[in-house]
């Protein structure tokens, strides 16, 4: 079998519900599992490739191949969230059984939560500095991309149960993700490792720790480092303004042409 061409767990998150009725815009984030080289621009992205990229992979997982999308203007940051395959989730070289799989994941996030609190807050601030569109991932796009993508949301106002059911969307994809990547070097365990894999349990973790800080998500990133300035641009910049009655939204606005 070949490696599957192209990536198969790539989405821009626009178009999700706010708690106050809005929606956030495309081309501002996206999501996806790591870039191989000779992928070809994926479909359903309007601009690609991204301005910007967030890898969350550990050194030694960046030290397999130089990362194909660093090239012409767009910048690639490494900002490692777990500089530590063995407690990388999905691409974690080894996993537990399939029957202990919900907890082995549920202890993970908790943590990286309550251990790496600064890493994640570096990965989220590396997003909101950056020049749109960006795209965050990590081996899968499912366990360190899922959680700081999680956090860019809820502290946009994004609804909890629509991160909740973004993060969830990645399921869809694992088999083929697990095909991909173990031919490529990345889960040696192969499909028999990811596919079917749910663990909902986990991020609603993450979520339960953010939402119940006393300033919310917003707060417990400040709490742990980002800026109040930060988050507020970042909410203007993903999420749809409020029109006045009577004033139409210019067109294409909040949405970047597609680059050349």
């Known amino acids: 079998m070949g490696i599957v061409t192209g990536l198969c767990n790539v989405r821009d998150v626009g178009g999700l519900?706010?708690?106050?009725?809005?929606?956030?815009?495309?081309?501002?984030?996206?999501?996806?599992?790591?870039?191989l080289a000779g992928d070809p621009p994926p479909s359903g992205i309007a601009a690609w490739p991204p301005r910007t990229v967030l890898d969350l992979r550990s050194t030694r997982e960046?030290?397999?191949?130089?990362?194909?999308?660093?090239?012409g203007a767009t910048v690639v940051l490494p900002v490692a969230l777990i500089d530590d395959t063995r407690a990388a989730?999905?691409?974690?070289?080894?996993?537990?059984?399939?029957?202990?799989?919900?907890r082995w994941f549920l202890a993970l996030y908790r943590r990286w939560i309550r251990e790496h609190p600064v890493q994640i807050v570096a990965a989220v601030?590396?997003?909101?500095?950056?020049?749109?569109?960006?795209?965050?991932?990590?081996?899968?796009?499912?366990?360190?991309?899922?959680?700081?993508?999680?956090?860019?949301?809820?502290?946009?106002g994004v609804r909890r149960d629509a991160v909740v059911a973004d993060y969830r969307r990645t399921e869809e994809n694992q088999a083929l993700?697990?095909?991909?990547?173990?031919?490529a070097a990345g889960f040696p365990g192969g499909r028999?490792?990811?596919?079917?894999?749910?663990?909902p349990e986990a991020i609603e973790h993450v979520l339960d720790v953010v939402d119940g800080h006393s300033g919310?998500?917003?707060?417990?990133?400040?709490?742990?480092g980002a800026s109040a300035a930060d988050l507020e641009r970042w909410a203007e910049r993903l999420v749809v303004r409020r029109q006045r009655p009577g004033v139409s939204a210019p067109s294409g606005s909040g949405r970047p042409a597609p680059r050349p």
Do not use: F, M, N
């Open 17 to 35: 519900p706010t708690e106050d009725g809005r929606t956030t815009r495309a081309g501002v984030l996206y999501r996806s599992d790591a870039p």
């Open 62 to 71: 960046r030290a397999v191949a130089p990362h194909p999308l660093a090239v």
């Open 89 to 102: 989730g999905a691409a974690a070289p080894v996993l537990p059984p399939d029957t202990e799989l919900g």
């Open 125 to 156: 601030t590396a997003v909101v500095r950056a020049e749109p569109p960006v795209l965050v991932h990590c081996a899968a796009g499912r366990d360190r991309t899922g959680v700081v993508t999680a956090l860019l949301l809820r502290a946009a």
């Open 177 to 183: 993700i697990a095909d991909r990547h173990a031919l």
């Open 192 to 199: 028999a490792a990811l596919a079917g894999l749910s663990t």
């Open 216 to 224: 919310g998500t917003a707060g417990w990133l400040r709490a742990h």
